[in-house]
T-cell receptor, first 114, second 112 residues
Framework: DAGVIQSPRHEVTEMGQEVTLRCKPI?????LFWYRQTMMRGLELLIY????????DSGMPEDRFSAKMPNASFSTLKIQPSEPRDSAVYFC????????????FGPGTRLTVL | QKEVEQDPGPLSVPEGAIVSLNCTYS??????FMWYRQYSRKGPELLMY????GNKEDGRFTAQVDKSSKYISLFIRDSQPSDSATYLC????????????FGKGTKLTVNP
């Protein structure tokens, strides 16, 4: 299995631009998580989906952030408009069988907003 | 008080040392206690986990949970340079939820 796939791996953009991050979970996994990691705040949960349905989006910082999971094999996290304080590493993770709490992480997308 | 507190370090030890990494948490509903290891510029990977209180050993690694004091520990025996990474504690599974709450991580360097 290829593991969790994220794209792009690096993104540099200017303030005000729209940014879309993509994630493909491990095949057969039914829960997907989006995290943001910074030195100051550590690893923060933004949103998580179960069976493509958003279950908890309490970590989404503000309306500029949105996430979708149109099917079991694809999710996006969109920031519009982006701001310099959004600069961070964004991770996607997925969980497999029900009752297992092991989250498998992707390699992350390093976002820099100038 | 934050839900999970973890000393960020950094921690630097000589090869062969015993390392102790610790977290405290405030939510008594946590049932699973995970330790993730994150190498530089990589995603976190599960190292080991315990359920409820007690100890769990896996090779050179021992995870310990004391629910009465809400204290989580990870011990590394005979530390190796390849253990150099950031270690994140992550309790979770309150009420059956799949959410984990991550500590900020402790950066460990093992010097040869």
């Amino acid at each position: 299995d290829a593991g969790v796939i994220q794209s792009p791996r690096h993104e540099v953009t200017e303030m005000g631009q729209e940014v879309t991050l993509r994630c493909k979970p491990i095949s057969g996994h039914n829960s997907l998580f989006w995290y943001r990691q910074t030195m100051m705040r550590g690893l923060e949960l933004l949103i998580y989906f179960n069976n493509n349905v958003p279950i908890d989006d309490s970590g989404m910082p503000e309306d500029r952030f949105s996430a979708k999971m149109p099917n079991a094999s694809f999710s996006t996290l969109k920031i519009q408009p982006s701001e310099p304080r959004d600069s961070a590493v964004y991770f996607c993770a997925s969980i497999g069988t029900s009752g297992s709490y092991e989250q498998f992480f992707g390699p992350g997308t390093r976002l820099t907003v100038l | 008080q934050k839900e999970v507190e973890q000393d960020p370090g950094p921690l630097s030890v000589p090869e062969g040392a015993i390392v102790s990494l610790n977290c405290t948490y405030s939510n008594s509903a946590f049932q699973y206690f995970m330790w993730y290891r994150q190498y530089s510029r990589k995603g976190p990977e599960l190292l080991m986990y315990t359920y409820s209180s007690g100890n769990k050993e896996d090779g050179r690694f021992t995870a310990q949970v004391d629910k009465s004091s809400k204290y989580i520990s990870l011990f590394i025996r005979d530390s190796q340079p390849s253990d150099s990474a950031t270690y994140l504690c992550a309790p979770g599974a309150q009420g059956g939820s799949e959410k984990l709450v991550f500590g900020k991580g402790t950066k460990l360097t093992v010097n040869p």
